[in-house]
């Protein structure tokens, strides 16, 4: 296939497993940002919700459609793998409290945001569902009364879930408050990678609560995978998938595990002799790829899978995909509000986070009613990097004609430093151009933060002591 036809088949999602091999995997498997913002959170300033002057929540009060993101940060247990920002507690109360401090930051957005409609909704963790239904309802009853919830197919409420920790009834209780999403960590079925990393969770409870949420309506069921765990091989890794095709989830999410213990203390905890080789988690990938595609599920890019007849694939087809910091999504909202400790917002003029650790969180909530301690305004090239670095993420492919409509210049004399930077990536096959695109080809889709990052102007020439973990 030469690459006119890679880019003509470009735009869609790909059922083939394409030609890898492990030497090229090997190439690129360095450390790259996953870029679920640009530019990302590491670069964050210093900021204060009480710094003056311009700042990136006033174009809360333009917006037309809009995202919130409620982080719970807590667990019962630990696993190992974990770079979530969590508490592990069973301390109820904790949980209780937080949940106070929430709805108040949430009244300091009621005079900033105007009352548009919350197209897109999600709480992660942490473990949301360590929430009982008493205080998820409490919860979305609070929203509700600063920003504009909706209920029906055309909003996307999704949650994360623990099967560990999830009953039955509480799909009840989330099928009333108006979730339609569900998003269950599997990660892997064997018992003895689930000693390992401790975090032990039978398939019969996964599916116990796959067909009650089918049951009771979720539009869509996705479950998170991870290869490169300790004690993974090839052969349990197949045996988790084939597990995992006979449960159907609408979508998957194949993440690699990253071993970063000097960041993430709970690693630590992780046997290193247990955890595989580079080439064995690449030959993990692979199969797990090739596994997942001939059982039908489409490759969309990144880490992310789904059934032909699920509508991120059919949205992918239609280059009507988006992403945001949960990855892919058929929502696109204009701004995101994010609640609770670590947690990110954005709007069109730049980002905003709170503090990480929840005694700061609380602290500032206390002060100020907000915990926003870091962000970045965005500056026109922040602005056109951002664009360029979303369509390549999405539609894989940047318009020539589009980047001259907004800067007056050919592509090839705008980024000719960039294109010097994806040389190798021409040369492998992953990347290509015609006159009128630079495109991702079929194999290139594995890639795909990798030709992002030939954009990211804070990644090149500058020293940095950013810690991004290895694409493999
Ligand atoms: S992986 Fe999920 S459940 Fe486990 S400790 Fe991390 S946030 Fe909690």
Redesign the pocket.
Known sequence: MDDQCESAVSAAPSQELPALSPQLLARYAGACPRYTSYPTADRFYPLSGTAGGEQPWDALKNVETLSLYVHIPF?RS??YF?A?N?I?TNQYGLASSYLDNVLREAQWYRERVAKAPVVQLHLG???PTFLNDGDLTRLMAGLGEIFDLRAGDDVEYSIEA?PRVLEDETLDTLRELGFNRLSL?IQDFNLDVQRAVN?ICSPEQVRALTEGARARGFGSISYDLIYGLPGQDVASLEQTIDAVMDLAPDRIALYHYAHLPERFKAQRLINTDLIPSPSAKIAMQLAASRRLTEAGYVFLGMDHFARPDDALAQAAAERRLARNFQGYTLMPADALVGLGASAISYSRDGYWQNHHSLKEYAAAIGERGEAICRGWQLNPDDRLRQWLIMELMCHLRIDKGEVEAKTGQSFESAFGAELARLQPMFADGLVGQSESDLYVTERGRWFLRNAAAAFDVYLHGQQTGARYSRVL
């Open positions: 667990c630990l696993c974990c979530c969590k592990i963790g942490g473990t623990d960590g975090r």
